[in-house]
């Protein structure tokens, strides 16, 4: 499904674990099939709080790495939109960081001076 999957963190936490696995697969049809096989995710949830689940997304293209994280609180795994919400958004914030990465890179190329 995805280049990579992870779960850090789960020790303890089954029933969290269950929550993130179950979201791995909406998130997949949140993201469009071609992107898949360059994906990576990382579920990770950590003991000092256990009621939230951090979702990391990074993309590796040729032109560059985006990267996007949200916590998200294990109560609103429950309502299936909302948690769509929340995927779209870490994906947003991943192609949103691969962008202006990019856009840095093309203003430096475009402010170069140019020879005559």
Known sequence: M???????GFEG????RGL???ATFLLASEISLSWHEQV??????YPDN???IELTTAIQLPIGLGTGSC???VGEFAD???LRYRLRSVWDRTLG????????VWDELLHQPAEV
């Open 80 to 82: 299936e939109d909302l």
């Open 97 to 104: 960081s691969l962008l202006d990465k990019r856009r840095r």
């Open 2 to 8: 995805f280049k990579s999957v992870e779960y850090a």
């Open 13 to 16: 936490y089954p029933e969290a």
């Open 50 to 52: 256990p009621k939230v």
């Open 40 to 45: 990576e995710v990382l579920w990770e949830t």
């Open 71 to 73: 916590l998200i609180p």
């Open 20 to 22: 993130a696995e179950r």
